[in-house]
């Protein structure tokens, strides 16, 4: 089951093959938990985002039409669910937590520290430098980042999570990577 496209297991699941929605989740579970962690920083609440993306998902199996790339209408709902989350957590006066930790299929690589004590600390601090750069950065700027440069996403991919035009994408990122430029000489110059 595993070579069929994401669509024709959207089919299926739609006539009740949940094998077929559980091989969705399969695939898509974990860089949906990454891009949801990196948006709220907190690896319990993006896992919980995550689950009440495809509990969405599910509810509204009838109603997909493959206009667009499956994976943009995923991470569109765990946008969504991850906006409203920050918007109730503000509300709530909840400050984010984060924790950068160092995932295998990360695309923030510093540098390849090796087992040098004196490389290791160096690297844990940048990655520090840039956990808070990231932090600083408004949602709308982080999640531009994040689509592109950690999950890899076109333009075209990331206009349609954010409902945006692609010139608006585009524009943002230049933004979100000025600014984030920007906060990492702020918060550490000399390191970088």
């Given at each position: 089951?595993?070579?069929?496209?994401?669509?024709?297991?959207?089919?299926?699941?739609?006539?009740?093959?949940?094998?077929?929605?559980?091989?969705?989740?399969?695939?898509?579970?974990?860089?949906?938990?990454?891009?949801?962690?990196?948006?709220?920083?907190?690896q319990q609440d993006a896992q919980d985002i995550a689950q009440d993306s495809?509990?969405?998902?599910?509810?509204?199996?009838?109603?997909?039409?493959?206009?667009?790339?499956?994976?943009?209408?995923?991470?569109?709902?765990?946008?969504?669910?991850?906006?409203?989350?920050?918007?109730?957590?503000?509300r709530r006066g909840r400050g984010r937590v984060l924790s950068m930790t160092?995932?295998?299929?990360?695309?923030?690589?510093?540098?390849?520290?090796?087992?040098?004590?004196?490389?290791?600390?160096?690297?844990?601090?940048?990655?520090?430098?840039?956990?808070?750069?990231?932090?600083?950065?408004?949602?709308?700027?982080?999640?531009?980042?994040?689509?592109?440069?950690?999950?890899?996403?076109?333009?075209?991919?990331?206009?349609?999570?954010?409902?945006?035009?692609?010139?608006?994408?585009?524009?943002?990122?230049?933004?979100?990577?000025?600014?984030?430029?920007l906060r990492l000489i702020e918060l550490g110059g000399e390191l970088l």
């Amino acid at each position: 089951m595993s070579d069929l496209t994401d669509w024709e297991l959207v089919a299926r699941a739609r006539s009740g093959d949940m094998d077929a929605f559980g091989q969705l989740v399969h695939r898509y579970e974990r860089p949906l938990v990454h891009f949801c962690y990196r948006m709220v920083g907190s690896q319990q609440d993006a896992q919980d985002i995550a689950q009440d993306s495809f509990v969405r998902l599910y509810r509204y199996l009838q109603r997909l039409t493959p206009d667009a790339k499956f994976s943009t209408v995923l991470f569109g709902m765990a946008r969504n669910l991850t906006l409203n989350f920050l918007r109730d957590s503000a509300r709530r006066g909840r400050g984010r937590v984060l924790s950068m930790t160092r995932e295998d299929d990360s695309e923030v690589v510093v540098e390849d520290v090796g087992h040098r004590p004196d490389a290791v600390a160096r690297h844990k601090e940048i990655e520090g430098l840039i956990e808070r750069a990231l932090e600083d950065l408004s949602p709308e700027h982080r999640e531009i980042l994040i689509l592109r440069e950690m999950q890899g996403m076109d333009y075209e991919a990331i206009a349609s999570v954010v409902q945006c035009q692609k010139g608006t994408v585009k524009s943002r990122l230049a933004r979100a990577r000025e600014q984030l430029r920007l906060r990492l000489i702020e918060l550490g110059g000399e390191l970088l």
